[in-house]
């Protein structure tokens, strides 16, 4: 292997309807060999269902974003435990909490998510988590529930490959589009979690992220694009896409003396690792 792993994209979303297949067929061309295609609702997890199915070097995740988890009931979240029937389903996520908006209530957000992070243990599958604005209650809810997931994924791991050395590497996931201080990262590194690093660190603004970049290990950073949004420079406003990750490793390994294929090929490791992915070129 010796491409890109693109962790966090949304190609479900409508702005590639005129030209999904085309920009995804062409991925491996642009240097990206896997992606994780991640749910936001139960429209785009069965949509994420589809394009896992159409793309061998595509998976997926299950989740409900806290701006879309307004109405969810107790059967949406038994549908989307079900669809890890599909092995190439791999998290829960995107969930977590989000204080930008008045809407979904905090009391929501906070049911919902708490609700996700008890179906993860249950399944014994790492988590994709998204915070805005929310550090303090983020922070809170991952405390309570972390050491139960991470003990879970290691024995659903551990009993089904007989590998012991899985058991000690299982991570219960991600911060996804980290935006935090790099004390805060620390602390989700202490717990185990990746953090999980974009477009908005080739911004000229980027201060706290770069920092974040510089001082957390590369063994703890995982890459993503989070598109359509949140295009590196020099595409920034553009419509991004998982081609443009090479902007991204370029600045990561400017701004820690790397070379670009060794930032390449650890990240893919520690998202293969935190994911669980068996990769063949022919497919799992």
Same mark, same amino acid.
């Given at each position: 292997m010796s491409g890109i792993?693109?962790?966090?994209?949304?190609?479900?979303?409508r702005r590639f309807d005129e030209d999904r297949d085309s920009v995804i067929s062409g991925l491996k061309d642009a240097g990206v060999e896997l992606v994780v295609n991640v749910?936001?609702?139960?429209?785009?997890? +069965?949509?994420?269902? @589809?394009?896992?199915? $159409?793309?061998?070097?595509?998976f997926?995740?299950?989740?409900i974003h806290p701006e879309e988890c307004g109405e969810t009931t107790e059967a949406d979240i038994e549908w989307i435990g079900s669809v890890f029937d599909n092995e190439k389903i791999v998290a829960v996520g995107e969930i977590?909490?989000?204080?930008?908006?008045?809407?979904?209530?905090?009391?929501?957000?906070?049911?919902?998510? +708490?609700?996700?992070? @008890?179906?993860?243990? $249950?399944?014994?599958?790492?988590?994709i988590i998204h915070s805005r604005d929310a550090a303090e209650d983020t922070m809170s809810i991952l405390k309570e529930y972390t050491d139960g997931l991470k003990i879970s994924i290691a024995k659903k791991r551990g009993s089904a490959s007989g590998n012991k050395e899985k058991e000690a590497v299982a991570s219960p996931g991600v911060l996804h589009c980290f935006s935090n201080s790099y004390e805060m990262a620390a602390e989700y590194v202490k717990m185990g979690y990746y953090i999980g690093i974009g477009g908005v660190v080739t911004f000229k603004n980027a201060k706290k992220l770069k920092e974040v970049a510089e001082k957390i290990p590369i063994e703890h950073i995982i890459i993503e694009t989070d598109c359509p949004y949140m295009a590196p420079e020099p595409h920034r406003g553009k419509r991004n896409d998982s081609s443009y990750l090479n902007h991204v490793v370029d600045k990561i390994a400017d701004i820690k003396g790397m070379d670009r294929?060794?930032?390449?090929?650890?990240?893919?490791?520690n998202a293969i690792r935190m994911y669980n992915i068996s990769w063949q070129e022919n497919g799992r």
């Open positions: 792993f693109d962790s966090h994209a949304h190609y479900d979303d749910g936001s609702s139960i429209e785009t997890t +069965k949509k994420t269902l @589809e394009i896992t199915a $159409k793309y061998p070097y595509v997926g995740s299950a989740g977590g909490l989000d204080y930008h908006w008045d809407e979904p209530s905090r009391e929501i957000q906070v049911t919902w998510f +708490k609700r996700q992070m @008890e179906l993860a243990v $249950k399944l014994g599958k790492p988590v294929e060794d930032v390449i090929r650890i990240t893919r490791d």
